[in-house]
Antibody
């Protein structure tokens, strides 16, 4: 069954911004921490950011710190990633994942391409 | 935040067992029992196969087992099957609300 659905990806010029969204159609969204993980074309997985159930604890990878902001709206069962000052190396498929029994489940991802 | 070290590739014949290693540091793998392993088939989202060291989610075959010793973790797949051919990634909590993945290992079933 479909549970996590990402959106908001697309083609964007370097230096511009993009906001990704992830909606959870399952239950108890507000019981779990949530994460963004990305995968550049043909490359491995890279953890990007995570947020606790109540937004009280947030972490970022060094590669995005100061440029990306994670947030959530438990009333809307939604997770967000505001991406500013985008660079070519941010080009990737961005997955959201719930932190339950490891990272599980995952969405199908939304593709972000940073290019002029 | 450094990437955990995994072999780029491993292979085995059907029915055999293989082990994939994942080497971290005392700041990540060595400090927390929060290592998980993921299987990713081409064009698909990753799927968790072990978490918190040696626990398996419901529905995951008992042919998959995880372990940890010191700063390293391992995934063992026994009774290799053709459908096990995929990319495998380890992941560990690294402190300060951050996580780190391994570079990934491509498993080929001969």
């Amino acid at each position: 069954e479909v549970q996590l659905v990402e959106s908001g990806g697309g083609l964007v010029q370097p230096g511009r911004s993009l906001r990704l969204s992830c909606v959870d159609s399952g239950f108890n969204f507000d019981d779990y921490a949530m994460h963004w993980v990305r995968q550049a074309p043909g490359k491995g997985l890279e953890w990007v950011s995570g947020i606790s159930w109540n937004s009280g604890t947030i972490g970022y990878a060094d590669s995005v710190k100061g440029r990306f902001t994670i947030s959530r709206d438990n009333a809307k069962n939604s997770l967000y990633l505001q991406m500013n000052s985008l660079r070519a190396e941010d080009t990737a498929l961005y997955y959201c994942a719930k932190e339950a029994y490891g990272f599980d489940p995952w969405g199908q991802g939304t593709l972000v391409t940073v290019s002029s | 935040q450094s990437t955990l070290t995994q072999p780029a590739s491993v292979s085995g014949s059907p029915g055999q067992s293989i082990t994939i290693s994942c080497t971290g540091t005392s700041s990540d793998v060595g400090s927390y029992n929060l290592v998980s392993w993921y299987q990713q088939h081409p064009g698909k989202a990753p799927k968790v196969i072990t978490y918190e060291g040696n626990k398996r989610p419901s529905g995951v075959s008992n042919r998959f087992s995880g372990s940890k010793s010191g700063n390293s973790a391992s995934l063992t797949i026994s009774g290799l099957q053709a459908e096990d051919e995929a990319d495998y990634y380890c992941c560990s909590y690294a402190g300060s609300s951050t996580w780190v993945f391994g570079g990934g290992t491509k498993l080929t079933v001969l």
